[in-house]
Each structure stands twice: as C-alpha cells, then as structure tokens.
C-alpha cells in the first residue's frame, strides 16, 4: 500500500484509465461525450480520460484509508454507477486487473507476487463494493 | 476475433526479448498465480510449488515454450496448440476460467520486466493474443 504513495501516483491514474479504453476499447461505450477516442495515442492525449482517471485514482486513495468497510465507503458510488451510469460490474474488473498491470509497469521488480497479492485482494474487494448497491 | 499485422509485429518484436528471460518468465507468472489465485494450487496436488522448486520452474518453462510456439506460428495458433488443445480438454481439464487468471499474470510479469515496451498498444495486442491461445486450449472442451 505504500507504492500508493509515491510521487508516480499522478501519473497512474491517468495510464490506467487510458489502457482500460484501449484494450477494451467496447468500455468506450460510457464516454460517448469525451470526444477523440478514435486511436491509443488520442485517447491518451485526451484531457476529459485524464480528468476522470484522477477521479477514479482519488476513489482508490478512500478506499484505501477505509479498507475495513469497502462496502460503506463506495456505497454512494455503487447506487450512482447503477442507477444513473448503468455501467456493467464486469467493468470493475476490467479496470482493477488494469491497475495491477500498471503498479507492475511502473514499479517492476518492486511488484513482487506478493505485492501483486495484496493488490488484487484489494482490487476485487473494491469491485465487489462498487457492485454491492446493484438491483 | 484476430490479430491485425500491427498486432502481429508488436507479438513478434517483443517475443525476441520475452524469450531471453523464458524461463524465470514462465516461474515467475506461475509464482504470481498461486499467490493471487491460491485455488489454481487445486490442480497441482503433485508439485512441490515452494518458490525455487524444480518442478515449478520445469513447468513454467513448459508453458512459456508453448506461448512461444503460437507466436512461433502466429498466423496458425490452432494448429500449432493442436496437441496442448486435446490434451486440455481430456486429460487435464483445467476450468476455462483459469487461462484468464495465468494470462493476467504473464501480462502482469512482461509489464514488470519491460515496462519501456509494454505500451498500451503492445498491452492491447499481448491482451488479444492470449486470449485467442487461450479459446484454442478450451475449444475442444464440449
């Protein structure tokens, strides 16, 4: 948990999202409104992707101070990514699987498997939050 | 689904370098697997899987050398994987869910030692490659 904290951070949340819309690219189809994503490097330079990966990194920065009620903590966001983004739970998945990649890019060696352990209980127990206020 | 040329040469390309490190590759992504997915273990009762093992090195180059081999016949996966196809669906039967849990992590181990190479698109194309090698390993399940 202490990788979070290093200066990387800022550019984590932005390379995460990114790759999430270019390797699968149908998760495209929540972001009608955010302009060029019609290639890798549009979607990379694209400030309204950049923007929401840093909303998405902030999520992960409260979940990570409230690892002991995942639950509670994403409880609003759960409703808002059911009811007003209808947005399938598979997606976070998708993009917790994509965070791990990027820790393991950007810290290499460090991401050992047991880092990489401890990640993706992490990652699962937050899909699993944002997916518990589905109906 | 299949690869486009562009897909193609990134495979390819970043191979050359994949296959100097092979086979701590394949034991590393298999390291990664037990410790992240502890329920793969159930189909290796007896391995001994202690880091270091001579058994899980042996393994994990085996299915490092048969990454290698469909990217070897890139244009023919089906073809090349034909034997480890049979052999998945008959004898070891392995849950289809699994190819995606080891592809995970050989993505998450090429990340970790090449991460100048391992850009969104090569990402995107590795991605896309091994689910292909993985729907030829299970498509003679039923």
Redesign the interface.
Known sequence: MALLGERKRKDLSFLQFTRLLVVYPWTQRFFDNFGNLSSASAIMGNPKVKAHGKKVLTSLGEAIKNMDDLKGTFAHLSELHCDRLHVDPENFKLLGNELVIVLAKYFGKEFTPQVQAAWQKMVAGVSIALAHKYH | MSLTKTERAIIVSMWGKISTQADAIGT?TL??LF???PQTKTYFPHFDLHAGSAQLRAHGSKVVAAVGDAVKSIDNIAGALARLSELHAYILRVDPVNFKLLS??L???V???F?AD?T??A??AW?KFLSIVSSVLTEKYR
Do not use: G, M, Q
């Open positions: 590393e390291e990664r410790l992240s997915y995970h992590c993505l998450v181990t990340a970790a030692r991460p391992f969104a698109e990402h995107a991605d």
